[in-house]
């Protein structure tokens, strides 16, 4: 037996330490590149704010979300994202979302207005901008146009059974997701809600698409549209079967490809890009529920959740630590719409304690667990008040 010599006892701890001491350098590091996000606005303050679900646990959460969403809407129907500076615009995306959320709760006159608002922007061809002005002009900040657009809206539309009243909206936004399809089933590279470049097709553009598609035929199918109903529901098994061999089993933000070599008939995947928490709309209320996108929802929930408790967008976004409500918030609306209410309900207390002073759901909660980003954010709110309506009942699904 070697003799115990004093270097052997030491020994352990210096390693110990010298790795301690470079986590704390890593860790500083990461401080130093992705600081904290400040809080841009404590929210909207409100004289008074009226029960909108009555003896619900999330009653307050809801009518303070709601009397954001009816600030944030101007009289011409625009819904802004935020109150303040980049964010004071009209995203078709989110506009979409806030018109679903009223629709859900039979504020059906407020919602035609944020649709209304659209209807007056929507492009005769071509993709819908990026965002628009509080008079519906182009912003014209260099934000190219995005293709996800055209899905939301027809979702929002389907959803609020505006089809006839929306038309050549409805026309318009499917035979241009049609048009962009390729031999290969799939769309051409968009940004998408990341609000970035992108040089290779994601999810984040896919997802929509296929939501809006299903949901174009089925207001075609209603209205007796029989030609646009066939065109639209044969593009979507296309780009259906197109997004499950392209991104399947595991849908991750860009197309998995193979990695290394193996035996013949096999083909090995990477999540190249990571997974994204877009995911969520594959599955219901946007899709049909399979299990196979269960798995992959399930899957990235427990892979994107960050230490503070809530959801990072991605595995490819920035590693700070922050998480971002609105995708914290899909999450839930995809759990309450497939059955799992103790995920919604534990994300929706998540989300509730961590709201400004006023109320307000902010768009991010930083480390340590303080709101910050822009506060009230539509997007967030606009998917709470569903989340609590698919608690309440379900929701419908374009299929």
């Known amino acids: 037996m070697r003799e115990n010599r004093p270097r052997d006892r030491w020994f352990p701890y210096a390693v110990i330490a010298l790795l301690l001491a470079v986590l704390a350098g890593g860790t500083i590091s990461n401080l130093v590149r992705f600081p904290q996000p400040q809080l841009v606005s404590a929210g909207i303050p409100h004289a008074s704010v009226r029960s909108a679900l009555g003896n619900d646990p999330y009653d307050d959460m809801v009518r303070h979300a709601l009397a954001d969403l009816d600030a944030l809407t101007l009289p011409n129907g625009g819904t802004l994202a935020g ?14 979302f806030v018109a679903v959320a009223r629709c859900a709760i039979g504020q059906y006159d407020k919602a035609l207005a944020v649709l209304g608002f ?3 922007v929507r492009p005769a061809k071509g993709r819908w901008e990026a ?11 260099g934000r190219t146009p995005q293709l996800d657009g055209s899905g939301w809206v027809l979702w929002a539309t389907w959803f609020c059974r505006a089809g006839d009243k929306y038309w050549d909206m409805v026309r318009q936004s499917a035979d241009e997701i049609v ?10 590279p968009s940004p998408d809600y990341w609000e970035r470049p992108e040089r290779k097709l994601t999810l984040g553009t896919v997802a929509p698409l296929l939501t809006g598609l299903r949901s174009a035929a089925g207001i075609a199918t209603s209205l007796h549209h029989s030609p646009e109903a066939a065109r639209w529901w044969t593009a979507a098994e296309k780009l259906s079967a197109a997004t499950d061999r392209a991104f399947g089993p595991d849908y991750p933000r860009i197309p998995a490809q193979a990695t290394s070599f193996v035996e013949p008939g096999v083909e090995p995947v990477s999540l190249q890009g990571g ?5 969520t709309v594959l599955g219901p209320p946007f899709a049909p529920a399979r299990p ?5 929802i399930d899957t990235a929930y427990d892979v994107l959740t960050q230490p503070n408790g809530g959801v990072t967008p991605g595995e490819d976004w920035r590693a700070d ?6 995708q914290t918030a899909l999450f839930a609306l995809s759990a309450a719409a497939r059955g799992n209410q103790d995920t919604a309900n534990a994300l929706l207390t998540w989300l509730d304690h961590h709201r400004t002073k006023t109320g307000a759901l902010p768009e991010k ?7 910050a980003g822009e506060a009230p954010l539509a997007w967030t709110a606009a998917i709470v008040v569903l989340t609590v309506a698919a608690l309440h009942g379900d929701l419908p699904i374009p299929s």
Not at 83 to 96: F, L, T
Not at 275 to 279: E, G, H, K, S, T
Not at 292 to 296: D, Q
């Open 321 to 326: 630590g922050v998480s971002w409500t609105p």
């Open 118 to 120: 659209l209807n007056r």
């Open 83 to 96: 109150e303040n500076g980049p964010w004071r615009y009209v995203w078709p995306r989110d506009a979409s």
């Open 179 to 188: 048009a962009e399809l390729g031999p290969d089933g799939l769309p051409s």
């Open 131 to 141: 965002r628009y002005t509080e008079t519906g002009a182009h912003v014209g900040d």
């Open 365 to 371: 909660v930083n480390r340590d667990l303080q709101p």
């Open 292 to 296: 196979v996108v269960s798995t992959a």
């Open 275 to 279: 997974r994204d928490a877009i995911v």
